[in-house]
């Protein structure tokens, strides 16, 4: 997660009202505060009452004894509620930040209470810290517009369907397996069912079939979606000008990257980011290490995860492709000789590595046009299915 900005330190001796926000379905936890020290006056909503939120607030500085323009200071961890509050509250000119979850320090008992009363008090004790100039007191997630969230709904939905039908599939295929049976679910599975028998030559019993026939339709459904969706996509490749689109047809002209993997890249980071420098783009992905150094203890825990698993699941895909495709490449050239002739799993550690510098790579080669080493490029329009032309 990056930060959208870096903290300010109040130093002009103004007042200021601090707000953390702990969020939930039924119900939201307010604690507010004027500094350090002060006990941490709490209320509770009902969830996304926004005018109530707002009365509380007026409420908040009449108890602390504020002016009412006031700087109201807020925050709220990052979750299932996205970016719609923030996106509030700086409408009504509150200063607020949006704080990934997972860089929140913790007490490291075995076992500490846990409250939402107890997570607002030390979420607004952080907010202070962070406010007052300590900006490694946790990450601030760079919130995206309204138009950049509404453009990764397409390969987002995408990746869902596929999913689904992967489950559809497996579903059918173990019911097949029961009888030992096997076979390629597509268009024509209903005509093959139908010539399918047990290994003593009787048909498959009728409520398993007529089972199978349902999964099946449920199957056909969900990929006549990802059909249209997939066709969607390649045309907006194809004929759309925007400036985000371009970056997609630029990462194609590399061999080993394809549309679904592009798509992906643009739209969840190159597209809308600003990155600063390597690490920074390392962390977005999950991919940093995790070195654990304790005295005479030390070892290495794997890479974070704590970024976007969209793009980490990718980026592992596109490497074992870069490998097949780019095989002169600097990047493959490096992995053979580091882990090409070791075991599975020295191979599988290796692929994260070369997602990571992958990643890295693609990010030259999109910012500054910096072609990988070694890479080969081909004319993106070929990797746009043929039948396209005809649509």
Same mark, same amino acid.
């Given at each position: 997660?990056?930060?959208?900005?870096?903290?300010?330190?109040?130093?002009?001796?103004?007042?200021?009202?601090?707000?953390?926000?702990?969020?939930?379905?039924?119900?939201?936890?307010?604690?507010?505060?004027?500094?350090?020290?002060?006990?941490?006056?709490?209320?509770?909503?009902?969830?996304?009452?926004?005018?109530?939120?707002?009365?509380?607030?007026?409420?908040?500085?009449?108890?602390?004894?504020?002016?009412?323009?006031?700087?109201?200071?807020?925050?709220?961890?990052?979750?299932?509620?996205?970016?719609?509050?923030?996106?509030?509250?700086?409408? #009504?000119?509150?200063?607020? @930040?949006?704080?990934?979850?997972?860089?929140? &320090?913790?007490? +490291?008992?075995?076992? %500490?209470? *846990?409250?939402?009363?107890?997570?607002?008090?030390?979420?607004?004790?952080?907010?202070?810290?962070?406010?007052?100039?300590?900006?490694?007191?946790?990450?601030?997630?760079?919130?995206?517009?309204?138009?950049?969230?509404?453009?990764?709904?397409?390969?987002?939905?995408?990746?869902?369907?596929?999913?689904?039908?992967?489950?559809?599939?497996n579903r059918i295929k173990g019911l097949l397996a029961g009888f030992g049976l096997d076979v390629v679910v597509n268009a024509e599975f209903p005509r093959r069912?139908?010539?399918?028998?047990?290994?003593?030559?009787?048909?498959?019993?009728?409520?398993?079939?007529?089972?199978?026939?349902?999964?099946?339709?449920?199957?056909?459904?969900?990929?006549?979606?990802?059909?249209?969706?997939?066709?969607? #996509?390649?045309?907006?490749? @194809?004929?759309?000008?925007?400036?985000?689109? &371009?970056?997609? +047809?630029?990462?194609? %002209?590399? *061999?080993?990257?394809?549309?679904?993997?592009?798509?992906?890249?643009?739209?969840?980071?190159?597209?809308?980011?600003?990155?600063?420098?390597?690490?920074?783009?390392?962390?977005?992905?999950?991919?940093?290490?995790?070195?654990?150094?304790?005295?005479?203890?030390?070892?290495?825990?794997?890479?974070?995860?704590?970024?976007?698993?969209?793009?980490?699941?990718?980026?592992?895909?596109?490497?074992?492709?870069?490998?097949?495709?780019?095989?002169?490449?600097?990047?493959?050239?490096?992995?053979?000789?580091?882990?090409?002739?070791?075991?599975?799993?020295a191979r599988k550690v290796g692929i994260v590595a070369l997602a990571r510098k992958l990643l890295i790579a693609l990010w030259k080669y999109v910012e500054k046009?910096?072609?990988?080493?070694?890479?080969?490029?081909?004319?993106?329009?070929?990797?746009?299915?043929?039948?396209?032309?005809?649509?």
């Amino acid at each position: 997660m990056s930060t959208t900005h870096a903290p300010q330190s109040n130093t002009t001796g103004s007042p200021v009202l601090y707000l953390a926000l702990e969020l939930s379905w039924n119900s939201w936890k307010l604690a507010f505060t004027v500094g350090l020290g002060q006990k941490p006056r709490l209320r509770t909503i009902p969830a996304r009452n926004t005018d109530l939120l707002l009365d509380e607030i007026r409420k908040a500085k009449v108890r602390f004894g504020l002016p009412d323009d006031t700087l109201v200071v807020s925050c709220y961890e990052a979750g299932r509620d996205g970016f719609w509050l923030h996106r509030f509250l700086a409408h #009504q000119g509150i200063d607020n @930040r949006v704080v990934d979850s997972s860089s929140i &320090e913790v007490n +490291r008992r075995k076992r %500490r209470a *846990k409250s939402d009363a107890l997570d607002a008090m030390k979420l607004v004790e952080m907010l202070i810290r962070y406010h007052n100039g300590e900006p490694r007191v946790w990450r601030v997630v760079r919130v995206p517009t309204v138009e950049d969230e509404d453009r990764r709904q397409r390969h987002r939905e995408l990746i869902d369907l596929k999913g689904q039908r992967t489950e559809h599939t497996n579903r059918i295929k173990g019911l097949l397996a029961g009888f030992g049976l096997d076979v390629v679910v597509n268009a024509e599975f209903p005509r093959r069912l139908e010539q399918m028998r047990q290994w003593d030559g009787e048909p498959m019993p009728p409520k398993v079939v007529e089972r199978m026939l349902r999964e099946f339709e449920r199957w056909k459904q969900v990929d006549a979606q990802i059909r249209e969706l997939s066709k969607e #996509q390649r045309k907006v490749v @194809r004929d759309d000008q925007e400036p985000h689109v &371009e970056m997609v +047809r630029q990462l194609l %002209r590399l *061999k080993g990257i394809g549309q679904a993997g592009a798509w992906i890249l643009v739209r969840e980071i190159f597209g809308w980011r600003k990155i600063k420098n390597r690490r920074e783009l390392a962390g977005l992905a999950g991919l940093v290490p995790t070195p654990y150094a304790s005295g005479g203890s030390q070892r290495e825990q794997g890479i974070s995860k704590a970024g976007n698993h969209r793009v980490r699941w990718v980026l592992v895909q596109l490497a074992w492709g870069w490998l097949r495709y780019q095989p002169e490449s600097a990047l493959s050239q490096w992995y053979q000789r580091r882990f090409g002739s070791g075991n599975a799993r020295a191979r599988k550690v290796g692929i994260v590595a070369l997602a990571r510098k992958l990643l890295i790579a693609l990010w030259k080669y999109v910012e500054k046009g910096e072609v990988p080493l070694g890479a080969k490029e081909v004319p993106w329009e070929q990797k746009l299915n043929s039948k396209l032309a005809a649509d």
